[in-house]
């Protein structure tokens, strides 16, 4: 018998609000196959929607998508009810171009490039209002990424990912990017805090699927975590560094 936890009575609720919205159809919407969201719901595979599945949720259905998190996750919030707007103003929105140049958030993650600081967010993808706004032109950005409208910089803290990664740099990150292959380094809630990691799938692991989790720097050790117990923000695929 599956427990239905408060992210599965919200979604059930919000398709309840929405009655021309199926769970097919809003599981095609949202990338998945058709019955992405009735296993979800009605067999509790996955038992934990990932990042990028919450997100999608949030966009069509016009919520943050922080409402479909655990019920442990202190990072969720409660759906309010139907008389009530509910504030989407934290959801993360792709940057918008003008005359040529793409407008790029800045958020201040508190990403440490060492062992990581406890965190109750990840703002990249639940909502911190960007500290900052960076104007760059749009064909610069395309020699680094084929995806330029999602992307975000943060700033790098601690001294793990030396001498490739220095605390104070800025990063440039590719928020679709959420799957550690190839190799590379990416920022990622290991399950401790926001940590910039260089993440490798372990060759021939399987069920769970382990990821090793390592360091520039060789004074900190490297370490593994299943797959499935990552959240990764995105991929690092540009840097700042002043002369």
């Not at 296993?39 to 919520?63: F, M, N, T």
Request: include cysteine; charged fraction near 25%.
């Amino acid at each position: 018998m599956i427990v239905l936890n408060k992210a599965r009575v919200a979604l059930i609720e919000l398709m309840n609000r929405n009655p021309d919205c199926t769970l097919k159809s809003l599981s095609e919407a949202i990338g998945k196959n058709g019955t992405y969201l009735q296993q979800y719901i009605k067999r509790g595979s996955p038992q934990s929607l990932q990042e990028d599945v919450r997100r999608s949720l949030g966009q069509a259905l016009g919520v943050p998508a922080d409402v479909f998190r655990d019920d442990e996750d202190p990072r969720r919030v409660e759906l309010l009810p139907a008389d009530m707007k509910q504030d989407t103003s934290s959801s993360w929105t792709n940057p918008n171009h003008e005359d040529g140049r793409l407008v790029i958030p800045e958020f201040d993650v508190q990403a440490g490039a060492g062992p990581g600081a406890l965190l109750d967010h990840i703002a990249t993808e639940n909502g911190n209002i960007p500290v900052d706004q960076w104007q760059i032109p749009a064909r610069f950005l395309e020699a680094f990424t084929d995806n330029t409208q999602c992307l975000a910089i943060i700033q790098v803290r601690g001294d793990s990912m030396e001498p490739d990664y220095h605390s104070g740099e800025r990063v440039l990150i590719d928020l679709s990017h959420k799957i550690p292959s190839p190799p590379g380094i990416y920022v990622v809630w290991d399950g401790l805090g926001i940590v910039m990691k260089r993440l490798e799938v372990v060759f021939g692991s399987s069920d769970p699927v382990r990821v090793k989790i390592s360091s520039i720097n060789p004074a900190y050790d490297s370490y593994e975590r299943p797959l499935e117990d990552l959240s990764i923000s995105g991929r690092v695929v540009a840097k700042w560094m002043w002369k």
